[in-house]
């Protein structure tokens, strides 16, 4: 007897087999998790459009997995309305990122080194330090240095005080708590207040300064470097000798250094 079509095809196309269900699995826990890995690879924050697809949710459903992560302090919502990881109160920042930054960042950097002839340093914000990522060294004999790796102070030095300055103030005491607040020169800001007080100009003005406050003789300004949601994730410097100062023009170089973060920022865009 011949075989039924309907037989035939069963036996070309097999049934997959069904995974067997697992009781005590709650998927709504495992969509949270798997949304914490999503912004914790991601070298920006992410839309809600955007989270809802690579998590193939619903925007609706979406939205309550993030707003509970958020009330629960896993991850904070930008002033933009996109999503961000946090890692004990603080975003993490990916290496592709920082690599990118650095790639980026490089033509700028050596410019502003050949119009002031001053050494010039790139710094990020990670977890719970900022750290210096890229150096482009003064050609004059006599100079300032920097050195990759360094962890720098958010008190004292300019990046690290630009960098803190545009964090939201949890984050910034978080970083003041790790690093401590340690007087380096007789001009290191200790005070609680005082320190407080400088941030918000530093915000305000766009810029930030070191006036022998973490090296004597060296002066340092820095200006701040987002990233393409907004986010102050980064900070450029230069750190003229004091004695060379008047001879490069303080404003000038503070116009230099926020032009070329500004221009840093835009191509972080593209």
Same mark, same amino acid.
Do not use: W
């Given at each position: 007897?011949?075989? *039924?079509? #309907?037989? #035939?095809?069963?036996?070309?196309?097999? %049934?997959?087999?069904r995974k067997k269900k697992?009781?005590?699995?709650?998927?709504?826990v495992g969509k949270a998790l798997e949304a914490l890995e999503i912004l914790r690879?991601?070298?920006?924050?992410?839309s809600l459009a955007e989270m809802a697809s690579r998590l193939h949710l619903t925007k609706s459903s979406t939205?309550?997995?993030?707003? #509970? &992560?958020?009330?629960?302090?896993?991850?904070?919502?930008?002033?933009?309305?996109?999503?961000?990881?946090?890692?004990?109160?603080?975003?993490?920042?990916?290496?592709?990122?920082?690599?990118?930054?650095?790639?980026?960042?490089?033509?700028?950097?050596?410019? &502003?080194?050949?119009?002031?002839?001053? #050494?010039?340093?790139? %710094?990020?914000l990670y977890e719970n330090h900022i750290e210096v990522v890229s150096v482009v060294e003064s050609p004059e004999w006599a100079r300032m240095g920097n050195t990759v790796g360094r962890i720098l102070p958010p008190h004292a030095s300019a990046l690290g005080k630009c960098i803190a300055a545009f964090q939201p103030e949890a984050r910034r005491e978080?970083?003041?708590? *790790?690093?401590?607040?340690?007087?380096f020169t007789q001009n290191t800001i200790v005070d609680e207040l005082k320190l407080k007080e400088q941030y918000e100009r530093i915000s305000a003005r766009g810029y930030s300064?070191?006036?022998?406050? *973490?090296?004597? @003789?060296? @002066?340092?300004?820095?200006?701040?470097?987002?990233?393409?949601?907004?986010?102050?994730? %980064? %900070?450029?410097s230069i750190s003229p000798l004091l004695?060379?100062?008047? &001879?490069r023009g303080r404003e000038k170089m503070i116009e230099g250094v926020m032009r070329t973060a500004r221009a840093i920022s835009e191509a972080l865009k593209a």
């Open positions: 007897m011949g075989k *039924s079509k #309907t037989e #035939t095809k069963a036996a070309a196309f097999p %049934a997959k087999p697992d009781p005590y699995y709650l998927r709504a690879r991601s070298p920006g924050a992410l939205l309550r997995v993030l707003h #509970t &992560l958020e009330v629960s302090r896993h991850l904070r919502k930008t002033e933009y309305g996109r999503y961000a990881a946090m890692g004990n109160g603080c975003r993490e920042i990916s290496p592709e990122f920082v690599d990118r930054l650095i790639q980026v960042s490089t033509g700028p950097l050596k410019e &502003l080194v050949r119009e002031f002839r001053e #050494t010039v340093g790139l %710094a990020v978080n970083l003041m708590r *790790s690093y401590g607040l340690v007087r300064t070191d006036e022998e406050e *973490s090296t004597l @003789h060296g @002066h340092c300004y820095a200006a701040p470097v987002t990233s393409p949601d907004g986010d102050v994730v %980064a %900070a450029i004695s060379r100062v008047p &001879l």
